[in-house]
């Protein structure tokens, strides 16, 4: 397994005067890095799309945005559970991840958690799902449900698997681009995934640019199909990681050939401290389009999609004065399927459209 590292200094070739802004960032934003992660990036360039994954940027101080912009606390249940949509449920399995993304969309977890982000009890969790008929699948979030024991993080699974209307249980995780190693080295974790029954396991992982998709993560993956888990990927288009055809084009690509599905790219979020990251959506979408056009349609299968508080929205066409949205998932019932017609103007304006309170 990969040492996690927190500490600015071990980053290679940094100026004082970077080293210098970059702590002040990690005042309000931490940092948090794994040995293989740390290997992967090109130190010596200081254009690279993984260091800017990682490395903590002064543009994150910039004012605005939220630290819940999705509103994730009008659908919390019960500790450390929601229930947005009604089929769904979604578990914070765990409050830690092995390495931070700069522009994760839940970095509250690591800075201010509220009430009701606390470590769920899974059996309060269970009795949940055994009482709300609606419920068919399960996904497991965080953090990363990976930084658990591979004792624990089964012992949930097991618990979820026996219930009879589950039939699917999602694990969201980046431990395969963070930290590989933690899959290979694990025969307990692959043994168990191997023998369970009655439900089927989705990794849904996030690999953001094609170079983390080494040889150690291939391997990972591997194992993990061998094992009869499914494995689809999605991340969001960051600027300066993969907001470029050529790039997308590659990622998609490559992930069909190591037997990953491309699923989603989303948008990024307004979270706090996020603004540097995100594409303009329209343009974002321009990017995506054309990357698929060239793909086959094996790795043209993934969605460009928004995460709004009232769901998720696929962006699927335009027209001479509008970009074309539709219902891929709604929180409310009246929104299911539901076409958007968002004008260009506002699509070039990621703020102007994350304001809007009522889509449509």
Not at 54 to 78: A, I, Q, T, W
Not at 82 to 111: E, N
Not at 275 to 280: A, E, K, L, Q
Not at 333 to 355: C, E, H, Q, Y
Request: glycine share 6%; with cysteine; charged share 25%.
């Amino acid at each position: 397994m990969s040492e996690s590292i927190t500490e600015i200094k071990a980053i290679p070739g940094l100026s004082p005067e970077e080293f210098d802004a970059i702590q002040r960032v990690t005042e309000f934003f931490p940092f948090r890095i794994t040995s293989h992660y740390l290997s992967l990036v090109d130190w010596e360039d200081p254009h690279d799309p993984l260091r800017r994954v990682v490395l903590p940027d002064e543009g994150e101080l910039e004012s605005g945005g939220s630290l819940d912009p999705s509103r994730e606390k009008n659908f919390y249940v019960l500790p450390g559970m929601q229930h947005k949509y009604p089929d769904t449920v979604l578990i914070l399995a765990s409050h830690q991840c092995a390495g931070y993304c700069r522009y994760c969309f839940r970095k509250r977890l690591f800075i201010r958690r509220s009430m009701h982000e606390h470590p769920p009890d899974i059996n309060n969790c269970i009795e949940y799902i055994r009482n709300h008929p609606e419920v068919r699948n399960v996904l497991l979030s965080g953090g990363d449900p990976l930084t658990l024991s591979s004792k624990r993080l089964m012992g949930i699974i097991r618990k979820i698997a026996v219930l009879p209307r589950i039939k699917v249980v999602r694990i969201g995780t980046r431990i395969l681009s963070w930290d590989p190693g933690r899959v290979i080295a694990d025969r307990f974790l692959l043994q168990e995934l191997s023998e369970l029954t009655g439900v089927q396991v989705y990794i849904m992982t996030h690999f953001a640019h094609s170079r983390e998709l080494c040889g150690k993560a291939l391997e990972a993956i591997r194992l993990l199909r061998r094992c009869g888990v499914a494995i689809c990927n999605q991340a969001p288009m960051i600027r300066g990681v993969n907001d470029n055809v050529d790039v997308l084009e590659d990622l998609f690509n490559d992930l069909v050939a190591a037997g990953v599905s491309p699923y989603y790219i989303f948008q990024v979020r307004p979270t706090m401290g996020n603004s540097i990251y995100s594409v303009p959506i329209l343009d974002a979408y321009m990017i995506f389009r054309e990357a698929q056009s060239r793909c086959s349609g094996l790795a043209a299968r993934a969605r460009y999609v928004i995460s709004h508080y009232t769901g998720k929205l696929h962006v699927c066409g335009l027209t001479d004065e509008h970009l074309v949205m539709v219902y891929h998932r709604a929180a409310f019932p009246g929104d299911r399927g539901r076409t958007i017609l968002v004008k260009k103007s506002i699509a070039s304006n990621s703020k102007a459209f994350f304001r809007m309170n009522h889509l449509g």
